[in-house]
């Protein structure tokens, strides 16, 4: 059974940082791209960012080029979302998905906020 | 970017009803198209694959169609379970792009 788990979300201030983080059990890793999409509360569905299986192509929604960093550890099974510069408008749900957004995890909410 | 264009937004029915959402795409993505059923505190589930793919252990009162542009969604006879908010989303081109959502609520 595929599992991805998110950790990594808080409170944190506008102009802040913070790391997230998605485990990945029941599939082999290294085989598909991974993804990063958010919701906001009560909103629609943002795709955010994705990686491809050996890292050689990222891609950014515009709304987040320039402070977000996705990465991938294929021997720890494990996608990373990298966030700086966060803004106010960044609060979200943050969600992991896997290969053509198939399989997500629960996510994991990020608020920014003074 | 490819735009989603969904509808309607919002839609009323009530059990044993059948009820479409359309989805436009705003340029040709073949059949590389999804479409998610959401609850409340929860992630999106995959319901549709390839724009008419049933996946596995989903009921068949859900069923999808279409090609290249233009694309629906059909649940027939509705069960008080199917009463959540529906996405459209295309991984033909990136950035992957959803719709807005159309939330089903009881008539």
């Known amino acids: 059974e595929v599992q991805l788990v998110e950790s990594g979300g808080g409170l944190v201030q506008p102009g802040g940082s913070l790391r997230l983080s998605c485990a990945a059990s029941g599939f082999t890793f290294d085989y598909y791209a991974m993804h990063w999409v958010r919701q906001a509360p009560g909103k629609g569905l943002e795709w955010v960012s994705g990686i491809s299986w050996n890292s050689g192509s990222i891609d950014y929604a515009d709304s987040v080029k320039g402070r977000f960093t996705i990465s991938r550890d294929n021997a720890k099974n494990s996608l990373y979302l990298q966030m700086s510069s966060l803004r106010v408008e960044d609060t979200a749900f943050y969600y992991c998905?896997?290969?053509?957004?198939?399989?997500w995890g629960q996510g994991t909410l990020v608020t920014v906020s003074s | 970017d490819i735009q989603m264009t969904q509808s309607p937004s919002s839609l009323s029915a009530s059990v044993g009803d059948r009820v479409t959402i359309t989805c436009q795409a705003s340029q040709d993505i073949s059949t590389y198209l999804n479409w998610y059923q959401q609850k409340p505190g929860k992630a999106p589930k995959l319901l549709i694959s390839?724009?008419?793919n049933l996946e596995a252990g989903v009921s068949s009162r859900f069923s999808g169609g279409g090609s290249g542009t233009d694309f629906t969604f059909t649940i027939n006879s509705l069960q008080p379970e199917d009463f959540a908010t529906y996405y459209c989303q295309q991984y033909g081109h990136v950035p992957y792009t959803f719709g807005q959502g159309t939330k089903l609520e009881v008539k």
């Open positions: 998905a896997r290969d053509t957004l198939r399989d």
């Open positions: 390839d724009a008419s």
